[in-house]
């Protein structure tokens, strides 16, 4: 059974910084990896998606790795912004597995 | 293009009523999946519908189903309604499905659901 960690589960950083979160999960045989980002009270706002044949994918000022082998994913936000404040999730898909496995998530809060 | 739309987007209700929530896909998507949100589990699996046809369920109790309709919209039903089914229900729908194609979800708004 594919299980899904998130660490931390919060982080309060002031406005400026990179960071840095993490992304863990036990069946290293994924079809892909997802990161959300989810607004209080809101649905999910998808971020990235990485294909298990794929190490990243960037989105702005977003890039997200993946180390399969490892079962290891990265999400790293460069000069974070007070509006970068949410809780960030990641899921997996497992082959042909028609469902995601989510972590907990990581709340993030950034000071002005 | 629309994405995924969930109504009603709030709900109140009196243990052992039942409910019945809407998620229409975005145009052209097949796959719909539903999942609860709570603060204690957080997001946990309901079911997978393609074409109609439900092929993957989560664990959970009978009282929860669901069904897709020929235009890809789909409904889910909770029945005989516990406290403990208060939770934000997430609709998402994909080309194929998850694990499958390019997979990417594409989420709701959400429904809230409050038992009381």
């Known amino acids: 059974k594919q299980e899904v960690t998130q660490i931390p589960a919060a982080l309060s950083v002031p406005e400026g910084e990179n960071l840095v979160l993490n992304c863990s999960f036990t069946d290293s045989a994924i079809y892909n990896l997802q990161w959300f980002r989810q607004d209080p009270g809101k649905g999910l706002t998808s971020l990235l998606l990485i294909q298990s044949s794929q190490r990243e994918q960037t989105s702005g000022r977003l890039n997200a790795s993946l180390d399969k082998s490892s079962g290891r994913s990265t999400l790293y936000i460069a000069a974070s912004q007070p509006g970068d404040s949410a809780t960030y999730l990641c899921?997996?898909?497992?082959?042909?597995?028609?469902?995601?496995?989510f972590g907990g998530g990581t709340r993030l809060m950034v000071k002005p | 293009k629309a994405g995924v739309t969930q109504t009603p987007r709030y709900l109140i209700k009196t243990r052992g009523q039942q409910v019945t929530l809407s998620c229409s896909p975005i145009?052209?998507?097949?796959?719909v999946s539903w999942y609860q949100q709570t603060p204690g589990q957080g997001l946990q699996f309901l079911f997978e519908y393609f074409s109609e046809t439900q092929r993957n369920k989560g664990n959970f109790p009978g009282r929860f189903s669901g069904r897709q309709f020929s235009n890809s919209r789909s409904e889910m039903n909770v029945s005989t309604l516990e406290l403990g089914d208060s939770a934000l229900y997430l609709c998402?729908?994909?080309?194929?499905?998850?694990?499958?194609?390019?997979?990417?979800?594409?989420f709701g708004q959400g429904t809230r659901l409050t038992v009381v």
């Open positions: 899921a997996v898909a497992n082959n042909a597995g028609n469902m995601l496995t």
């Open positions: 145009s052209g998507h097949r796959s």
């Open positions: 998402a729908s994909s080309l194929e499905g998850p694990g499958r194609g390019m997979g990417e979800a594409f």
